[in-house]
């Protein structure tokens, strides 16, 4: 069973079954074919078209099927942690001070 743990890309073939495990909240997209979606703790299956998502949990199974007659290609977005996200934003925030100091707008 194939572990997703990060962003990736990948094709499901049409006919193939791909098992799956979520080991961080994702986020499915669809391009190309649409998806069959089976997932565990979950009475209902998902059909998915292109350009259609789907949150995922932590620690979640997957079976995605392609069907019909292309294949389909499936992203799974893992979005940054908050902590990641925060010192990104400290990063931008003082990268644009040190552009203005530069620039002399708090020049001595």
């Not at 990948?10 to 069959?36: I, M, N």
């Amino acid at each position: 069973m194939r572990e997703i743990s990060s962003s990736i890309w990948f094709e499901v073939g049409t006919g193939e079954t791909v098992p799956l495990r979520v080991t961080d909240s994702t986020r499915l997209t669809v391009h190309g074919g649409a998806v069959w979606v089976t997932r565990s703790d979950d009475v209902e299956d998902y059909w998915l078209e292109p350009g259609k998502t789907l949150r995922l949990r932590r620690g979640e199974r997957l079976w995605l099927s392609a069907e019909g007659k292309t294949h389909a290609c499936v992203e799974f977005f893992v979005p940054k942690r908050a902590g990641e996200r925060a010192i990104n934003w400290f990063a931008r925030v003082a990268e644009r001070f040190g552009a203005r100091m530069r620039g002399g707008w708090l020049t001595v």
